[in-house]
Nanobody, 115 residues
Framework: QVQLVESGGGLVQAGGSLRLSCAAS????????MGWYRQAPGKQRELVAM???????NYADSVKDRFTISRDSAKSTVYLQMNGLKPEDTAVYYC?????????WGQGTQVTVSS
């Protein structure tokens, strides 16, 4: 089992910044990838950003040049720096873990961007 603890969500005005963190613990033997998805009301969950074991990254087109994903391998933690936030970024953000023991989701953290 893997536990994911997210933090850093909140309310911010448009143009502001937030930093999300997700710390993994438990049966962590080999991490293939960690990242973030988001789900807005009435919409499907979508990929925001992902970082793989080699450090390669992948971003949704809508967040490129505004969001940056990074990791601290020693702490099994992934971060999402979100700059230039827009009202359309409002959603519940979920941490995602893919490793040797399977795939796991965090409980979600709310990000609300006011106009």
């Amino acid at each position: 089992q893997v536990q994911l603890v997210e933090s850093g969500g909140g309310l911010v005005q448009a143009g502001g910044s937030l930093r999300l963190s997700c710390a993994a613990s438990g049966s962590i033997f080999s991490i293939n990838a960690m990242g973030w998805y988001r789900q807005a009301p009435g919409k499907q969950r979508e990929l925001v950003a992902m970082i793989n074991s080699g450090g390669g990254t992948n971003y949704a087109d809508s967040v490129k040049d505004r969001f940056t994903i990074s990791r601290d391998s020693a702490k099994s933690t992934v971060y999402l720096q979100m700059n230039g936030l827009k009202p359309e970024d409002t959603a519940v953000y979920y941490c995602y873990y893919f490793g040797s023991v399977g795939r796991y989701w965090g409980q979600g953290t709310q990000v609300t961007v006011s106009s």
